[in-house]
């Protein structure tokens, strides 16, 4: 379900305002974005632990970097090298990756 405030070509059904099927969603809204901000939160603990997992594979000879796809590659080297320089600049770094 989506809501427009003004009419649009891709809309297929329009309700009154105090329609119930509306006042439903909008009462849900709440818990829905509270649901979204929870699983964001979790996204960004789950990258760390992704990363610390293929560091370690890449240490025990399990996979090589090489292995991983191109992009992937990329986007792991510029975070350790982000992380690298927030070490060499003084900022601590806690075990999470969280930053201070």
Known sequence: MSLHDTPSP???EHLPLD???LLE???SAPELLAAKEQLSA???ALVRVLEDLIDL???N???RFSDLPLAAQQKLARRESIRSKLQSLGSPI???GELF
């Open 42 to 44: 979790s996204d960004v």
């Open 10 to 12: 891709e809309v297929c």
């Open 61 to 63: 000879n399990l996979i």
């Open 19 to 21: 329609a119930p099927e």
């Open 57 to 59: 594979l890449v240490a």
């Open 25 to 27: 969603f909008a009462a």
């Open 94 to 96: 806690v075990e999470e």
